[in-house]
């Protein structure tokens, strides 16, 4: 089991940055990869980025060169920089973490950019 706590999200103007934290407990050293999504309401959760054990990342070509993933393990902590924010990025930004085939997500973090 692992348990995921977001935080960080707020309110910001258009063009302007935020930088989310996810904290991680448990089982934390049995985690594979974590990543970033977000869910408008109504719509399908979206896949942003992730980041391996190994410290591979990926990116959703919606955020590419905009946000950037990154980790601290030693404070078992999993970030997301996000630069250049628009309103159309305005979502409940969700923290996960794969542990072979089950996800663990955390409560959600909201972010409002206004224009």
């Known amino acids: 089991q692992v348990q995921l706590v977001e935080s960080g999200g707020g309110l910001v103007q258009a063009g302007g940055s935020l930088r989310l934290s996810c904290t991680a407990s448990?089982?934390?050293?049995?985690?594979?990869?974590m990543g970033w999504y977000r869910q408008v309401r109504g719509k399908q959760r979206e896949f942003l980025a992730f980041?391996?054990?190994?410290?591979?990342?990926n990116y959703a070509e919606s955020v590419k060169g905009r946000f950037t993933i990154s980790r601290d393990s030693a404070k078992s902590t999993l970030y997301l920089q996000m630069n250049s924010l628009k309103p159309e990025d305005t979502a409940v930004y969700y923290c996960?973490?794969?542990?072979?085939?089950?996800?663990?997500w955390g409560q959600g973090t909201q972010v409002t950019v206004s224009s």
């Open positions: 448990g089982s934390i050293f049995s985690i594979n990869v």
């Open positions: 996960n973490a794969l542990i072979k085939l089950n996800n663990y």
């Open positions: 980041i391996t054990g190994g410290g591979t990342t």
